[in-house]
């Protein structure tokens, strides 16, 4: 069974750090494009950040290029989200979802990241 | 980046009404048009790919259609679990934009 966990969030100051990681089981990460997703409160979903299977193609979205960065490992099955230079309009629940050209067939449970003093 | 527009942002209909949702992007992206049900609380669930291709499990009251910059998503018998949020998602780039969501009310 395909599961996603992510894992990471929590309440962080404006221009702090945070760390999200999402356990994929049932698959291999490394042979699916991965993607992270944004939710604010009450808002409609953004697409954030994808890395392809191989790895070689990485993209941003414009309000998050710069600050955070995506990564891998593929020992550990996971997917990473660094984030930096955090704002209070990145606080959203964050999902991992897996896809790539058709759609994203799983998505994690999703985890809050909360930006505020 | 493509933009994806959805409306109605919100409507209210019976159950046993058919409902249509329509998705426009900004140039055309061909079929690469997926279609989510979101419901409170919960991460978004695929119901439709490549414009018109139901998710596995998805029952068959739900279907889509269109191609290039316009589509639509029809629930032909409303049921009281459709109650939800539904948002399309053009995947013709990775990066990947969704329109900005319908919330479907049961009167």
């Known amino acids: 069974e395909v599961q996603l966990v992510e894992s990471g969030g929590g309440l962080v100051q404006p221009g702090g750090s945070l760390r999200l990681s999402c356990a994929a089981s049932?698959?291999?990460?490394?042979?699916?494009?991965m993607n992270w997703v944004r939710q604010a409160p009450g808002k409609g979903l953004e697409w954030v950040s994808y890395?392809?299977?191989?790895?070689?193609?990485?993209y941003y979205g414009d309000s998050v290029k710069g600050r955070f960065t995506i990564s891998r490992d593929s020992a550990k099955n996971s997917l990473y989200l660094q984030m930096n230079s955090l704002r209070a309009e990145d606080t959203a629940v964050y999902y991992c979802?897996?896809?790539?050209?058709?759609?994203?067939?799983?998505w994690g449970q999703g985890a809050l990241v909360t930006v505020s003093s | 980046d493509i933009q994806m527009t959805q409306s109605p942002s919100f409507l209210s209909a019976s159950v046993g009404d058919r409902v249509t949702i329509t998705c426009r992007a900004s140039?055309?992206?061909?079929?690469?048009l997926a279609w989510y049900q979101q419901k409170p609380g919960k991460a978004p669930e695929p119901l439709i790919y490549?414009?018109?291709t139901l998710q596995s499990g998805v029952p068959s009251r739900f279907s889509g259609s269109g191609s290039g910059t316009e589509f639509t998503l029809t629930i032909s018998s409303l049921q009281p679990e459709d109650s939800a949020t539904y948002y399309c998602?053009?995947?013709?780039?990775?990066?990947?934009?969704f329109g900005g969501g319908t919330k479907v009310e049961i009167k």
């Open positions: 890395i392809s299977s191989s790895g070689t193609m990485i």
């Open positions: 998602q053009q995947l013709n780039s990775y990066r990947a934009t």
């Open positions: 049932g698959f291999a990460l490394n042979s699916y494009d």
């Open positions: 140039q055309g992206i061909s079929d690469y």
């Open positions: 490549a414009a018109s």
């Open positions: 979802a897996r896809g790539g050209s058709w759609n994203y067939g799983y």
